[in-house]
């Protein structure tokens, strides 16, 4: 929680030509600790293809540093360090139940952050916070890292609500906040996402469940009906304006990341194999503004592709492939309450895939280790699960 957004974070710590974020000296420091007081042997944690493509991404580091990037090599290899959270936390933690407590500490902490940022846009007191005073006249504090976030929390939270457990008011007021925060944000990649999570909560969710959606989704509309005329100065229009162009190809941004995938699938194409080297940046020609960019291509998939080539996005698909395939069968094999804690998990990842094909999550410094820990509980549930079976069959 050092760096709970990109606005509210510690200062970069330079050496040099090269910045690195606060919490990156933690990692390290994470890593040791698992591995020092680990539960099970590390090869029990390691899914098949992670070391591949992780070492995909070194491949593209190396021929960054052959070519002369230097720093902006590192700086575009920096996001990769964090994959091993994925390993670290099935590593540390001997089941899900011991993981309570740091959800409940995300959770705490994310929504304390977002209330400093939204009294920071609303008093003034926040300029120090930001980039500088014109950007925050103009951009939510509540999009980028902060968005996510509340994101992870509300599909989370939504997912596991019953008006049976225990705090099931504290539960509801959450997750009214939490999606709130992540509408106001008007960041589509992010309404998109939670979209279709809600959508495959309620394919997958016990009927009774459904119910609570059908209640929830009924309140939602309400909430976005009233909060239509505010005001998003980001984009100079209403909310209500804003929601219908949820999937408008025609919206200066689309057509933005639409021209930034054509010229990114012409790169890929030039460097099939083994990728361009990491530190050279995408340039493509944007019409509506009549320059040239050089800009991240907001597209998780392309980018890997470009940078780590047909072999990285083979080995990162089969990964994420490997925790989908395999956390659906637990769903379908469980019942009950560890089978609503893997279904906020899968929705979770799924809102993480979904998300990243329109904007960055994967790769983005701010926001990658909360990503690959989504993968580690998951992991953690299938290791869990896979020892109760073996402890069964001894007995």
């Known amino acids: 929680m050092l760096e709970p957004s990109r606005y509210l974070s510690l200062s970069n710590i330079s050496f040099g030509p090269v910045s690195v974020k606060g919490y990156e000296f933690l990692l390290p420091i994470i890593y040791f600790v698992a591995f020092k007081y680990r539960k099970r042997p590390l090869k029990e944690c390691v899914p098949f293809f992670l070391p591949l493509f992780f070492l995909s991404a070194c491949v593209s580091l190396l021929n960054g540093l052959h070519q002369g990037y230097g720093p902006a090599a590192f700086n575009y290899f920096r996001p990769y360090a964090s994959v091993w959270m994925a390993v670290a936390i099935p590593l540390f933690f001997k089941n899900s139940r011991e993981t309570e407590s740091l959800l409940r500490f995300f959770t705490f902490w994310a929504t304390f952050f977002i209330i400093v940022e939204m009294v920071a846009l609303q008093t003034g007191l926040g300029y120090s916070f930001v980039y500088s005073p014109i950007r925050a006249s103009y951009s939510s504090l509540l999009s980028d890292t902060s968005c996510s976030n509340m994101a992870f929390i509300f599909i989370y939270a939504f997912a596991m609500f019953d008006f049976g457990m225990k705090l ?18 008007s960041a589509r990649a992010v309404w998109l996402g939670m979209l279709v999570s809600v959508a495959g909560f309620f394919a997958m969710g016990r009927t009774r469940s459904k119910l609570y959606l059908t209640l929830f989704s009924i309140l939602g509309i309400i909430a976005l009906f009233f909060m239509g005329s505010l005001y998003i100065a980001r984009y100079d229009m209403t909310l209500a304006e804003r929601l219908p162009s949820l999937f408008s190809t025609e919206e200066g941004n689309a057509q933005w990341r639409l021209m930034a995938w054509n010229q990114t699938i012409d790169d890929i194409k030039e460097h099939l194999i083994i990728g361009w080297p990491m530190g050279n940046e995408p340039l493509f020609y944007v019409e509506s503004s009549g320059i040239f960019c050089t800009n991240a291509v907001h597209n998780e998939f392309l980018k ?14 089969c990964l994420i492939f490997t925790y989908l395939f395999k956390s659906l069968k637990y769903i379908i094999k469980y019942r009950g309450d560890d089978q ?30 909360f990503v690959w820990s ?7 549930r299938l290791l869990e699960a896979q020892e109760n079976i073996e402890n069964r069959i001894a007995q």
């Open 168 to 185: 099931a008011l504290a539960h509801l007021v959450l997750i009214g906040f939490s999606f709130i925060c992540t509408i106001m944000s």
């Open 304 to 317: 890997i592709t470009r940078y780590l080539g047909l072999p990285g996005i083979f080995f990162f698909l």
């Open 340 to 369: 609503r804690r893997m279904l906020a998990l899968f929705l979770c990842a799924v809102f993480i895939l979904v998300t990243s094909a329109f904007s960055q999550r994967i790769t983005s410094i701010d926001i990658c280790p």
């Open 374 to 380: 989504v993968f580690g509980l998951i992991y953690l």
